[in-house]
Structure formats: structure tokens, C-alpha cells
């Protein structure tokens, strides 16, 4: 129950494409999904977040899509670059007071072609 | 800007040695993490601690120990390297509250010969 699923293992898209990433959950309890991006050789960094009372968020080129009755989420990055080029974590967490114990997927690595 | 690191980038030990990795944060965060990362199976949490001697099991704690003896220091501990043990370790630090994001180091790449 507290895995966190994620879909694909490895993504090639083109120069301008959308690339979109899926994760499905299955605790309930689960109230916070980040997304974290690690580029090779650094450590992953905090993307973007959606809580689940909200279905999207959009920071720039990145959307998080979330749909609470079927427990998936997913990345969206528009107009793909290949600055994007990265390894992407989604993740799972139920909030505490003061720490996140986040569960992560097993990550998917993005590769944006010229 | 919010630092995080960790005092190797590679080491290679062997069987049966005790092995400590180092993280020191400048931020004066609270709440301080280690994970693994492996292909194909994403980053687990080992342990963590959100105060200084404060230590909490994460999801794969076995062969490991931690110690917190002051604030911007959490130190992973294998008390006996085995094989299997091999991986990327990456140290994570956040401020004490649910909603602020864990910041990671670069990890260290850990061989058990």
C-alpha cells in the first residue's frame, strides 16, 4: 500500500513535444504529490507539488494533472527542451506536523532530442 | 543558497568493514534524511531525524544505523558492508514543516568490494 507506481521506465520525445509521466498510488491516506527532477551527477530537486483538493497546477511548462477518484497523477512538460533532459521522480507523502516521509516511484529517465 | 553535502562522491570498501558517510547542511534545517538509490527501484528512505539524537526508521533501515549529534550533521552508518549495500546514497535536509521541500546533495557512490 505504500508504493507508488511509475510510468514510463524511459521517454524519448522531440524538441518541442509534450512529455507526460504517470504515477498511480494506492493509500488514500496520501496527501501531498511532488515531482523531483535529477539531472545526472546531482541530486534530485523539487520540481512541483499539488495537495489533492486541488486536479492541476501549472508552474510554467510544467503541469501536474491529478485525479484523486482513480489515485493517479501525472507530469506534463510542454514544449519539451533538451534542458528537460533529466531523470523524474514522482512522489507520494503523507503530511505530518513537521516532515514529509515521501515514497517515491522508481523514476523515469526523460531524453528530449534536438 | 541552501546547501547540502555529503563528504564523498565515490568510496569502495570491503566486506565486513564499518562504514561511515558523512552530510552536513548550512541551513539550519530541522529534519535531515538518507536514502538509497538503485536503478529501477527509485530512492528509499533508510532513516531520518527531525532533531538533533532524534532518529526514526524509514522503510529500509536494516543493516544501517544513524547518528545525529548536532544539528547540521547526520551521519549513515553500515555496520558490517556487505555486497549488497552497494549504491547511491544521497543525503536530504528540510526546515520542520510539512510542506517545505527536502533538499538533496549530490549522493556518494558507494562500492562494497
Known amino acids: 500500500q505504500q508504493q507508488v507506481k511509475q510510468s514510463p521506465q524511459s521517454l524519448i520525445v522531440q524538441k518541442g513535444g509534450i512529455s507526460i509521466i504517470n504515477c498511480a498510488y494506492e493509500?488514500?491516506?496520501?496527501?501531498?504529490f511532488p515531482w523531483y527532477q535529477q539531472f545526472p551527477g546531482k541530486g534530485p530537486a523539487l520540481l512541483i507539488a499539488?495537495?489533492?483538493?486541488?486536479s492541476e497546477k501549472k508552474e510554467g511548462r510544467f503541469t501536474i494533472s491529478f485525479n484523486k477518484s482513480a489515485k493517479q497523477f501525472s507530469l506534463h512538460i510542454m514544449d519539451s527542451q533538451p534542458g528537460d533532459s533529466a531523470t523524474y521522480f514522482c512522489?507520494?507523502?503523507?503530511?505530518?506536523?513537521?516532515?514529509?516521509?515521501?515514497?517515491f516511484g522508481t523514476g523515469t529517465r526523460l531524453l528530449v532530442s534536438p | 543558497d541552501v546547501k547540502v553535502t555529503q563528504s564523498s562522491r565515490y568510496l569502495v570498501k570491503r566486506t565486513g568493514e564499518k562504514v561511515f558517510l558523512e552530510c552536513v547542511q548550512d541551513m539550519d534545517h530541522e529534519n535531515m534524511f538518507w536514502y538509497r538509490q538503485d536503478p529501477g527501484l527509485g530512492l528509499r528512505l533508510i532513516y531520518f531525524s527531525y532533531d538533533v539524537k532524534m532518529k526514526e526508521k524509514g522503510d529500509i533501515p536494516e543493516g544501517y544505523s544513524v547518528s545525529r549529534e548536532k544539528k547540521e550533521r547526520f551521519s549513515l552508518i553500515l555496520e558490517s558492508a556487505s555486497t549488497n549495500q552497494t549504491s547511491m546514497y544521497l543525503c536530504?535536509?528540510?526546515?520542520?514543516?510539512?510542506?517545505?521541500?527536502?533538499?538533496f546533495g549530490d549522493g556518494t557512490r558507494l562500492s562494497i568490494l
Open positions: 536530504a535536509s528540510s526546515l520542520w514543516s510539512s510542506n517545505q521541500p527536502q533538499h
Open positions: 499539488i495537495r489533492p483538493d486541488v
Open positions: 512522489a507520494a507523502s503523507i503530511l505530518n506536523t513537521g516532515f514529509q516521509k515521501l515514497v
Open positions: 493509500n488514500t491516506a496520501f496527501d501531498y
